[in-house]
């Protein structure tokens, strides 16, 4: 791989700049100004790393469970392509801008190998209103009580979506803790029939400026009834109402989801890509 000034790890000093890089992009940088925002810049605290070549305003990635490319010109692409290479891989996908990710993933491919899934045009919606159709005035925030049943559907939506099984590495402890940390903040929601989700969403990441929707899912025997319009209509009325941006993004040939985000009011604001790996 060819040697360029390389990227380096940031820390407290860089946390202004990251910030304004941050702002300057709120939707799509979304997953990592949640983590900023509440917890700066240090690695532990952040479960993970920023890295820069040159400065936080000229380049920006995150190196955690997702490798996440904030900033940069094609040079900056292989320096962190290089400082990914040269350790242990960390994370399970890479995710952000199409225009960022997807080079960046032809950077890597060689050492990393092949990927288990390729999404590189997911379009990136943005709602700052309020939803163009009727909120389903029974999603609500999910209570603790309910985490089992809650987490019933939760991995069946993983399973649907990721193809993988969010159990198997540990028994599903990790999944769990995670799911219990939304509902304990608020950001699970779902509508229950007789103890039975049948439409779920969460708010994943939520900073200051966005609140991003993800885990959009129906139960299969619901599908069809319109509670995925109305319940992500709710989630999203409820993210507007905290003076946020609600934001998501969604696979470009899933052309049902498409139309039902258009209806809630929906407007596309970039483009996405995800790489899933083994």
Not at 12 to 29: H, K
Not at 68 to 85: I, M, Q, S, Y
Not at 142 to 155: F, H, N, S
Not at 234 to 244: D, E, F, H, P
Request: with cysteine.
């Amino acid at each position: 791989m060819l040697k360029l000034l390389g990227a380096r790890q940031l820390g407290t000093r860089d946390r202004a700049d990251v910030q304004a890089v941050l702002e300057a992009d709120p939707v799509a940088s979304c997953m990592v100004a949640a983590r900023v925002e509440d917890l700066g810049v240090e690695p532990r605290a952040i479960n993970g790393e920023l890295w820069s070549r040159g400065g936080p305003t000229e380049s920006l990635c995150f190196s955690g469970a997702n490798l996440v490319p904030l900033l940069g010109g094609v040079n900056d692409l292989r320096a962190f392509a290089d400082r990914a290479c040269r350790v242990p891989r960390m994370c399970s996908s890479l995710v952000g801008r199409a225009e960022l990710t997807m080079p960046l993933w032809e950077m890597l491919e060689a050492d990393w190998g092949p990927a288990r899934e390729v999404r590189a045009d997911q379009p990136l919606l943005a709602l700052s209103g309020p939803p163009t159709i009727d909120p389903d005035a029974l999603v609500r925030p999910v209570r603790m009580e309910e985490l089992d049943a809650y987490l019933v559907a939760a991995i069946a939506m993983f399973i649907e979506e990721v193809g993988v099984d969010p159990r198997t590495s540990d028994g599903g402890r990790g999944y769990r803790r995670r799911v219990a940390g939304l509902i304990g903040s608020g950001r699970a929601w779902a509508r229950f029939d007789a103890g039975t989700v049948v439409f779920k969403a969460e708010v994943g990441s939520l900073s200051s400026q966005v609140g991003q929707i993800q885990g959009v899912w129906v139960h299969p025997r619901y599908r069809g009834q319109g509670l995925g319009a109305g319940g992500t209509a709710a989630v999203a009325a409820a993210v507007v109402r905290t003076g946020r941006v609600a934001s998501l993004y969604v696979n470009s040939y899933n052309h049902a989801a498409r139309k039902t985000y258009e209806r809630i009011g929906f407007t596309q604001v970039g483009t996405f890509a995800t790489v899933l790996l083994d």
